[in-house]
């Protein structure tokens, strides 16, 4: 199953015996990613949680490795290939 992908959501219910899970998370930003994690909660009582982050609602600074910009992507595979930029962030702009 690719995370995001056209499966994402048929997957996670077939894995859920058609109920869907009871909490998801989203933390790209990424439209067609936000529906997803909305569409494979649990009907009725499922959670889903995105964007709280950039509210300020949740501290995932102590879970980063790395902060790194886009003129840094090599950096980032480097980091991942060492074992060691497993949770690396790419700030844009």
Same mark, same amino acid.
Request: charged share 20%; net charge negative.
């Given at each position: 199953?690719? /995370?995001?992908g056209p499966d994402t959501v048929e997957?996670?219910?077939?894995?859920?015996?058609?109920?869907?899970?009871?909490?998801?998370?989203?933390?790209?930003?990424?439209?067609?990613?936000?529906?997803?994690?909305?569409?494979?909660?649990? %009907?009725?009582?499922? /959670?889903?949680?995105?964007?709280?982050? %950039?509210?300020?609602?949740?501290?995932?600074?102590?879970?980063?490795?790395?902060?790194?910009?886009?003129?840094?992507?090599?950096?980032?595979?480097?980091? %991942?290939?060492?074992?060691?930029?497993?949770?690396?962030?790419?700030?844009?702009?």
């Amino acid at each position: 199953m690719q /995370l995001g992908g056209p499966d994402t959501v048929e997957s996670i219910l077939g894995q859920t015996g058609g109920f869907g899970a009871d909490y998801t998370f989203e933390a790209t930003g990424i439209a067609a990613v936000m529906r997803h994690a909305v569409e494979s909660a649990r %009907m009725g009582w499922g /959670l889903c949680t995105f964007h709280r982050w %950039m509210a300020g609602d949740l501290d995932l600074q102590p879970f980063l490795s790395h902060e790194l910009t886009l003129d840094e992507v090599d950096r980032g595979f480097e980091l %991942m290939e060492a074992q060691d930029g497993i949770r690396s962030v790419i700030r844009f702009g």
